[in-house]
């Protein structure tokens, strides 16, 4: 069976607003596509996703159904852009939705996101980066995802500046290395888990 990836696309712009976090993301996929990985999309701010921390707020919470999606991946891509430093607030709420599974089991018995491979691409305009892939993978990573080698990518444009990723007419090299390396290795760390589960605890 092909693996399968989901991108959850955390910019805070709905569709069909043009996106650099969406365009990166996209580029992460078409890398894990050319390893054989069946890959889906969500931008998460067109879901009526709730604040919480429950697999489902009740009243139309939009979560379950991309719970669902996260469920049945194996490589799980967060991509987020940079505000203020900061991952964006729709990560951070994503992130506070997965923390549920922390209390969620498989019909093995280990936690539903064991298994499941982190990936992190983050976009913008100021410096700050290394840091919001730093503390998403420790994020997901706490709710039981595993990061691969160089598990993250990313683009960075002048501080204060104007130019967005998604306006560039070449991609930079450095970022178009690090989208392959990051696919490869999710691609491998996740056919090594499907061979060879993490006990139960």
């Known amino acids: 069976m092909p693996l399968n990836a989901l991108a959850l696309v955390c910019t805070l712009k ?12 996209r580029e992460v996929l078409a890398e894990l596509a050319d390893h054989g990985v069946t890959c889906d999309l969500v931008r998460v701010v067109d879901h009526d996703v709730r604040f919480g921390v429950s697999t489902d707020e009740g009243d139309g919470d939009g979560w379950p159904a991309i719970r669902r999606k996260v469920l049945d991946a194996d490589i799980v891509l967060l991509a987020t852009p940079i505000w203020m430093g900061q991952p964006a607030s729709v990560a951070k709420m994503t992130l506070e939705r997965l923390d549920a599974e922390l209390s969620e089991t498989d019909a093995g018995g280990r936690p539903t996101m064991y298994g499941k491979v982190a990936m992190v691409a983050v976009v913008g305009n100021e410096d700050g980066a290394h840091r919001v892939v730093a503390d998403t993978l420790q994020a997901l990573n ?48 996740a056919r090594l888990l499907r061979d060879a589960a993490y006990p139960k605890s």
């Open 142 to 189: 706490d709710v039981g995802l595993s990061a691969a080698a160089a598990a993250g990518t990313y683009w960075v444009g002048e501080a204060m500046g104007s130019t967005d990723y998604k306006d560039l007419d070449k991609r930079p090299e450095k970022t178009r290395a690090a989208t392959r390396t990051a696919a490869v290795n999710a691609v491998h760390l």
């Open 14 to 25: 709905p569709s069909p607003a043009e996106s650099s976090t969406e365009v990166l993301a």
